[in-house]
T-cell receptor, first 110, second 116 residues
Framework: KNQVEQSPQSLIILEGKNCTLQ??????????LRWYKQDTGRGPVSLTI?????NTKSNGRYTATLDADTKQSSLHITASQLSDSASYIC?????????FGAGTTVTVRA | NAGVTQTPKFQVLKTGQSMTLQCAQD?????MYWYRQDPGMGLRLIYY???????DKGEVPNGYNVSRLNKREFSLRLESAAPSQTSVYFC???????????????FGAGSRLTVL
């Protein structure tokens, strides 16, 4: 069973709208949580990395939150653009192991 | 600055054939990794190399071998390809190894392999 579960599996939003992606994990012991963006046909690119003590981190229009108590994270995309169409992958680090979620596919339509 | 370069981008093999996926990074990173990505699943680690001269098995090493040729290059070899190895393969590198805190992995563009 995957220790990192992402929801929804996919979503479609209109350009300019906001959306929030969810990540729940059971990985232990927790070291840090990362969000990656993967464009179609490309490799994942790092968006944010959060440690246990950080509960919010932003990268432009992307804002990640972390609740280490409930083992949940979210990625909020503000004022979406067509270029935000991609898969977003949540990755949880536990010591020497990285556990990858299956990703949420976001499609932004004009 | 190319980052992580993988070749080939696409390959079709017949069952039983062998091939090598090549990976090179120009960021002077110490650690390199090979992952596979399958539909509906998260990336899974095949092998990694924490530093030049060392390699270790990941989650799914069966059917694969690796060579850390030098600091820049890390190759993945399929000795006798099977249909279950149809996947997209990603090479990645990082300045420090897993377990070294918030090390950022830089990924290549991927190699799509189909085994018939």
């Amino acid at each position: 069973k995957n220790q990192v579960e992402q929801s929804p599996q996919s979503l479609i939003i209109l350009e300019g709208k906001n959306c929030t992606l969810q990540c729940n994990y059971t990985v232990s012991p927790f070291s840090n949580l990362r969000w990656y963006k993967q464009d179609t046909g490309r490799g994942p690119v790092s968006l944010t990395i959060m440690t246990f003590s950080e509960n919010t981190k932003s990268n432009g229009r992307y804002t990640a939150t972390l609740d280490a108590d409930t083992k949940q994270s979210s990625l909020h995309i503000t004022a979406s653009q067509l270029s935000d169409s991609a898969s977003y992958i949540c990755v949880v680090s536990a010591g020497y192991k990285l556990s990858f979620g299956a990703g949420t596919t976001v499609t932004v339509r004009a | 600055n190319a980052g992580v370069t993988q070749t080939p981008k696409f390959q079709v093999l017949k069952t039983g054939q062998s091939m090598t996926l090549q990976c090179a990074q120009d960021m002077n990173h110490n650690s390199m990794y090979w992952y596979r990505q399958d539909p509906g699943m998260g990336l899974r680690l095949i092998y990694y190399s924490a530093s030049e001269g060392t390699t270790d098995k990941g989650e799914v090493p069966n059917g694969y071998n690796v060579s850390r040729l030098n600091k820049r290059e890390f190759s993945l070899r399929l000795e006798s390809a099977a249909p279950s190895q149809t996947s997209v393969y990603f090479c990645a590198s990082s300045a420090r190894g897993l377990g070294s805190g918030a090390n950022v992995l830089t990924f290549g563009a991927g190699s799509r392999l189909t085994v018939l």
